[in-house]
């Protein structure tokens, strides 16, 4: 229980009262012995705005999916980061081909253009899109 002034005489409520508890049947089962009473501190504003951030034990960026007959991994640049003229975008997950729910960045080697955009299919249909596109002289 988060710690309160007033929960100390609800403990002390409970306590001085145990045998009541313990002569009813059925809260006997649940109060066997008195209960042991634990506080955790409130939180404050530093809880609430500060989160811990676990490092991950894999490493973040695209990785190949590893299907048998897939067409797109052969694209995929297995990176950590997307360096644009501008800016150095950093993953912090990892994900590949089938991933969906995401914004994807596809550097097109053959017309020399950088298509950014959010899809929520896994980027091997939408890239493959991209390819159809480029063959039928669309992009």
Do not use: W
């Not at 091997?124 to 039928?136: G, I, P, Y």
């Amino acid at each position: 229980m988060t710690h309160h002034p007033h929960n100390l005489v609800a403990r002390k409520i409970v306590l001085n009262n145990i045998s009541i508890l313990q002569a009813d049947p059925d809260a006997r089962e649940v109060f066997d012995e008195p209960p042991f009473v634990v506080y955790r501190g409130a939180k404050n504003i530093r809880d609430m705005l500060v989160r811990s951030r676990i490092s991950a034990s894999h490493d973040s960026g695209t990785r190949p999916c590893r299907r048998p007959r897939c067409k797109t991994c052969n694209y995929v640049s297995q990176s950590g980061e997307i360096n644009t003229p501008r800016v150095v975008f950093t993953f912090a997950d990892s994900f590949t081909c089938t991933s969906r729910n995401l914004i994807y960045a596809i550097v097109c080697k053959r017309c020399d253009m950088v298509y950014i955009g959010e899809t929520g299919r896994n980027l091997a249909t939408r890239f493959s899109e991209h390819l159809r596109d480029v063959q039928n002289g669309v992009h």
